[in-house]
């Protein structure tokens, strides 16, 4: 591990397991953060259904022309999001400053992470209409506003992002965790989700190189883990030595002890079970 205390770990927590992390999980992640700096990146899936049951339906999602999904993301939508993710963080500052690590919340559009040009055209309910989605690819991270990088502090990421036209807009917070990891020069970047490990073939995967996570990414993954695998790629592109895939504590993942290890070298017996 790097002896620069100042280099920290970056764990995405998904909005779908956030109400299912137990005591001992949150005291796991505050262990870890008294000696090095964290940050966390913060999903809102099931906080925003939980606000209002249409963000459930099928229509409140989106696909692009190249199959990739999104949010149908208008104005209201995002304020709904920082309605959510502010009663998330709120939770969690408090878990954490309680186990003795100060935490900050940083929304990613106060200049921290910036967003290119979102696409106009979208499959709706089987239709490719042209929709203003605030949506848009990440283009760069300043690490700037993250002033506080050190051990027994903690930032809380909400995954927005600011476009050239000075919108903010929606990111998808697995990749944005991946951005940040590369500007922040982390080592190790966790995503931390509901499902123990990567499964191929219906078997677990502990270990799978870059190459190979993305040529089943591009053929056989479905839904949220296809995003995870796109992130954890782009993490490895951005000098990121190592990310995780699981649902179990952080330290336990970093251990290699569970979850599924995504590198940028090729795994000897990579594979389902491997």
């Given at each position: 591990?790097?002896?620069?205390?100042?280099?920290?770990?970056?764990?995405?927590?998904?909005?779908?397991?956030?109400?299912?992390?137990?005591?001992g999980w949150w005291d796991d992640l505050a262990r870890h953060g008294r000696d090095?700096?964290?940050?966390?990146?913060?999903?809102?899936?099931?906080?925003?259904?939980?606000?209002?049951?249409?963000?459930?339906?099928?229509?409140?999602?989106?696909?692009?022309?190249?199959?990739?999904?999104?949010?149908?993301?208008?104005?209201?939508?995002?304020?709904?999001?920082?309605?959510?993710?502010?009663?998330?963080?709120?939770?969690?500052?408090?878990?954490?400053?309680?186990?003795?690590?100060?935490?900050?919340?940083?929304?990613?559009?106060?200049?921290?992470?910036?967003?290119?040009?979102?696409?106009?055209?979208?499959?709706?309910?089987?239709?490719?209409?042209?929709?203003?989605?605030?949506?848009?690819?990440?283009?760069?991270?300043?690490?700037?506003?993250?002033?506080?990088?050190?051990?027994?502090?903690?930032?809380?990421?909400?995954?927005?992002?600011?476009?050239?036209?000075?919108?903010?807009?929606?990111?998808?917070?697995?990749?944005?965790?991946?951005?940040?990891?590369?500007?922040?020069?982390?080592?190790?970047?966790?995503?931390?989700?509901?499902?123990?490990?990567?499964?191929?073939?219906?078997?677990?995967?502990?270990?799978?190189?870059?190459?190979?996570?993305?040529?089943?990414?591009?053929?056989?993954?479905?839904?949220?883990?296809?995003?995870?695998?796109?992130?954890?790629?782009?993490?490895?592109?951005?000098?990121?030595?190592?990310?995780?895939?699981?649902?179990?504590?952080?330290?336990?993942?970093?251990?290699?002890?569970?979850?599924?290890?995504?590198?940028?070298?090729?795994?000897?017996?990579?594979?389902?079970?491997?």
């Amino acid at each position: 591990m790097s002896a620069d205390h100042t280099v920290p770990t970056v764990v995405k927590l998904g909005g779908s397991c956030l109400d299912d992390l137990e005591a001992g999980w949150w005291d796991d992640l505050a262990r870890h953060g008294r000696d090095r700096p964290l940050v966390l990146v913060h999903g809102w899936s099931k906080p925003l259904r939980r606000l209002d049951a249409r963000y459930g339906e099928p229509s409140a999602i989106l696909r692009d022309r190249y199959g990739n999904q999104s949010r149908w993301t208008t104005p209201e939508v995002i304020d709904d999001i920082k309605t959510v993710s502010a009663v998330l963080a709120e939770d969690v500052l408090a878990r954490l400053e309680s186990r003795g690590v100060t935490a900050e919340r940083l929304l990613g559009s106060d200049g921290l992470v910036s967003a290119g040009e979102g696409e106009r055209w979208w499959w709706r309910e089987k239709q490719l209409v042209e929709l203003e989605n605030l949506v848009g690819p990440i283009t760069g991270v300043d690490p700037a506003p993250l002033k506080n990088l050190q051990p027994g502090h903690a930032y809380l990421v909400t995954p927005l992002a600011r476009n050239a036209a000075g919108q903010e807009v929606n990111t998808d917070a697995d990749r944005a965790a991946a951005a940040i990891a590369g500007a922040t020069g982390a080592r190790d970047l966790v995503l931390v989700t509901d499902v123990g490990h990567l499964l191929i073939d219906g078997e677990p995967v502990r270990r799978i190189g870059a190459r190979d996570a993305a040529a089943f990414r591009d053929k056989g993954a479905k839904g949220g883990m296809r995003k995870k695998l796109r992130a954890a790629g782009e993490a490895l592109d951005h000098g990121v030595e190592r990310v995780v895939i699981g649902s179990a504590a952080v330290t336990e993942l970093l251990a290699g002890s569970t979850g599924t290890l995504v590198t940028g070298a090729p795994a000897p017996g990579t594979g389902a079970g491997a």
